[in-house]
């Protein structure tokens, strides 16, 4: 079945980037998603890119994908102590209102 | 736009008691639901498909006996959780695919706050 796995924490200062990894194992993914959960919250859709696009920018953020590698990536230009929080990737190969397999998630902790 | 509620937020049991935990979309209509748990510093892991007015999907592995869930109108499916016990403690977690015809550009679910269940 499908697996999809991330690193469990990161720590960063505010002002700095932080890069979140994630890599999956289905080469039929078709749309990838990224998600924040803050504490005792449920999950809120960040950005996706589907996996005929390489690259995705939106404010802050922006997605990189390798699909030759399955490795999917979150880079948030200057982070603030708002995004602490943990961050899922997921995968779906039908569109993200259907079966999503989600990651491990990382917790980010930004540091003043 | 697109919001999702849960209820309760959190409820306490005794081991043997059912638990009923709502899921409502607030402004739009979804014909599909997702149940999903979540354990702590885990992944989300789906558990069942809920579709407006027939059965549900249950993931391999989950007991559809156990956990009850019933999606009777487009605004509401609700998972019950049969004689809990203390190894259903968990993190319940519902979202809701808005019904076609309103969606946005990007097919997406909409996720709901969660219900912390704890069973003494």
């Known amino acids: 079945g499908e697996d999809v796995e991330q690193s469990l924490f990161l720590s960063v200062r505010e002002g700095d980037s932080s890069v979140i990894n994630c890599t999956y194992t289905d080469s039929s993914s078709t749309y990838l998603y990224w998600y924040k959960q803050e504490p005792g919250a449920g999950l809120q859709l960040l950005t996706y890119i589907f996996s005929n696009m390489d690259m995705k920018q939106d404010q802050r953020l922006t997605v990189l994908l390798n699909k030759k590698d399955k490795h999917l990536s979150l880079r948030i230009a200057d982070t603030q102590t708002g995004d602490s929080a943990i961050y899922f990737c997921a995968e779906s190969m039908t569109g993200g209102g259907n079966k999503l397999t989600f990651g491990t998630g990382t917790q980010l902790k930004v540091e003043l | 736009g697109a919001v999702v509620s849960q209820h309760p937020s959190r409820v306490i049991c005794k081991s043997g008691t059912s638990v009923k935990i709502e899921c409502r979309s607030l402004?739009?209509?979804?014909?599909?639901m997702f149940w999903y748990r979540q354990f702590p510093k885990q992944s989300l892991m789906l558990m069942a498909t809920?579709?407006?007015?027939?059965?549900?999907?249950?993931e391999q592995g989950v007991e559809k006996d156990k956990f009850l869930i019933n999606h009777a109108s487009l605004t509401l499916s609700t998972l019950t959780v049969t004689s809990a016990h203390p190894e259903d403690s968990s993190f319940y977690i519902c979202s809701a695919r808005e019904t076609p015809g309103h969606l946005p550009i990007t097919d997406t679910q909409y996720f709901g706050p969660g219900t912390r269940l704890t069973v003494l």
């Open positions: 402004d739009f209509q979804a014909t599909t």
């Open positions: 809920s579709n407006e007015g027939s059965k549900a999907t249950y």
